[in-house]
């Protein structure tokens, strides 16, 4: 068994639809995750977010904003007038529903059936258009077997439930089935968080055991650094899984950073493909990736906060730092970087909903100061620790920036640099230009 997963581009449009599909039928047996049609998640964001303010008018409207665009993204897939009636009657329930809200009350367990509905539709129209075609594939309903408890899923569970609704298919070797969405243990639609399809992939691997992951995706891999705003990166052979993690995180916009976790457990290599160019070879996330080259990749995370505890009560003292990461944990935000000296400790978050508190907080223990708008920049690789020189080369490149923090030694293949996000590009393409231009590739 394979299990592919497409993103919202590779769904997007008719003809990108129609190429999934030349990707997907004949083979091997497969599992297909689906992602939205781009764009829709964020429609059905904005959608909520419009009942939360009260205003049931601009919700309307927004889901009447979806229509041209399924309107064409049907005429132009389906061929036969019964597959487009289909099509058409599912949207009609679909705006019905979007609709049927009242801004009274309209709570979280709403929110997300709302949210689940662009994968719905997507796998839906991918399983009419199958059919038109004659292909032997069944749709299967996510919400029937992905489990989560407590945001985590219940991998036990879902295989057997999995198994079950496989099962009930005999002679099908092609099934469909949307990402993001699954049921949580009250019963309730939930999700996996947004670009959560990439997760779903990965557990169905996990749980069908499956021979790999692939996901497929606008771009031919994980690049050795970002494309949005270096020249001439391309993409990277092999990754291992800790590797793969730590450029997700950090900023690698092509995979959900969790992705690796379940094919990790069961050693599934995850490979990392272009829908519009199947030809490349793409990036393999696997167990047999541990290469030499000591730089793979280097990536960047924007919209980070540095916030640095000033005490003198740090000062050959123990116990301090567990009560500033207590005020963390207590209002469930992580921290990224840490770096510490006798007498002050600077760290790093992205979630910054209860900043205010946090500080306020903080504040009880020392001195504290915050610096808003910084990014990291990650170089990842296997080798950073043993070439003792590419630490030296990293922080000369960044010579001419304010670096704020560095962490180093954490693990075996990171090295994390805080920087002001107004010199993040300039610093991916001086690390770009120091690390790539000489035998380390
Ligand atoms: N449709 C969801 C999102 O846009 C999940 C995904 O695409 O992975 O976040
Ligand atoms: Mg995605």
Request: proline share 3%; glycine share 6%; aromatic share 6%.
């Amino acid at each position: 068994m394979l299990v592919y997963k497409f993103g919202g581009t590779s769904v997007g449009s008719a003809e990108n639809m129609i190429q999934v599909s030349n990707l997907i039928v004949g083979g091997e047996s497969k599992i297909v995750v689906l992602s939205a049609v781009s764009g829709t998640t964020n429609s059905l964001v904005g959608i909520c977010d419009a009942y939360f303010a009260g205003d049931k008018q601009l919700a309307e409207k927004l889901v009447e904003d979806f229509r041209p665009k399924y309107d064409k993204h049907i005429f132009e897939l389906l061929q036969e007038q019964s597959s487009r009636d289909q099509a058409n009657d599912l949207m009609e329930e679909k705006y019905a529903l979007l609709k049927s809200f009242s801004v009274e009350g309209f709570s979280e367990i709403e929110e997300r059936q709302i949210h689940a509905q662009g994968e719905l539709i997507s796998t839906k129209l991918m399983q009419l258009y199958l059919e038109e075609q004659g292909v032997n594939s069944a749709l299967i309903p996510a919400l029937d077997f992905m489990r989560t408890e407590n945001g985590e899923p219940l991998y036990d569970e879902i295989e057997k439930r999995l198994a079950e609704v496989l099962a009930q298919h005999k002679g099908v070797d092609l099934f469909i089935t949307q990402g993001y969405i699954c049921t949580n243990e009250f019963e309730q639609v939930d999700n996996l968080k947004r670009g959560g399809s990439d997760y779903t992939a990965s557990i169905i691997g996990a749980c069908a055991n499956a021979k790999e992951v692939q996901i497929w995706t606008d771009i031919d891999g994980m690049h050795n650094n970002d494309p949005r705003f270096v020249e001439g990166t391309k993409a990277v052979e092999c990754l291992t899984y800790d590797e793969a993690a730590e450029l997700a995180y950090f900023g690698a916009k092509i995979l959900h950073p969790l992705t690796v976790l379940p094919a990790k457990k069961k050693n599934i290599p995850v490979r990392l493909k272009n829908t519009m160019q199947p030809e490349a070879l793409g990036t393999v996330i696997g167990p047999n990736c541990d290469t030499s080259l000591p730089v793979k990749s280097i990536a960047a995370k924007n919209g980070i906060v540095a916030i640095k505890i000033r005490s003198s009560r740090m000062l050959m003292a123990y116990g301090f730092l567990k009560n500033v990461f207590q005020i963390f944990e207590d209002y469930q935000t992580p921290i990224d970087m840490i770096t510490t000296s006798e007498v002050a400790v600077s760290l790093t978050i992205d979630k910054t909903d209860n900043l205010q508190s946090i500080l306020a907080d903080l504040r009880e223990l020392g001195q504290v100061e915050v610096d808003e708008d910084q990014s990291i920049v990650c170089v990842v690789g296997q080798g950073l620790i043993e070439d003792s020189t590419i630490v030296s080369r990293v922080t000369t490149a960044l010579n001419s920036l304010k670096v704020r923090m560095i962490s180093y030694g954490g693990s075996a293949n990171n090295i994390s640099i805080l920087i002001p996000s107004e010199n993040k590009n300039e610093a991916l393409n001086l690390l770009h230009s120091e690390l790539y231009t000489t035998s380390l590739v």
